[in-house]
């Protein structure tokens, strides 16, 4: 088993940044590929971010350029930094460990981008 928890998320205006941290409870990352999916009120979770277990990648095409995803081993942590925050990023972020064929799921952080 393996818990995740998201930090990081809060109220920030547009144009601005924010950066949400995931940490694992195991020593694992490294093994599992990792994402940051999101969901808005009303609408369906989306994928935002990937990174592959080699270090690859994929955004969503509303957010390339200005997201990015990264891991730090030591920390067991995964990051989304986003700039250039615009409304429409408001929404529930979810940090994801795909491993083996399972799918674990942090409780989700806040973040809110106001006008």
């Known amino acids: 088993q393996v818990q995740l928890v998201e930090s990081g998320g809060g109220l920030v205006q547009a144009g601005g940044s924010l950066r949400l941290s995931c940490s694992a409870s195991r020593n694992i990352i490294s093994l599992a590929a990792m994402g940051w999916y999101r969901q808005a009120p009303g609408k369906q979770r989306e994928l935002v971010a990937v990174i592959s277990t080699g270090g690859s990648t994929n955004y969503a095409d509303s957010v390339k350029g200005r997201f990015t995803i990264s891991r730090v081993y030591a920390k067991n942590t995964v990051y989304l930094l986003m700039n250039s925050l615009k409304p429409e990023d408001t929404g529930v972020y979810y940090c994801?460990?795909?491993?083996?064929?399972?799918?674990?799921w942090g409780q989700g952080t806040q973040v809110t981008v106001s006008s």
């Open positions: 994801n460990l795909h491993l083996a064929s399972s799918d674990y």
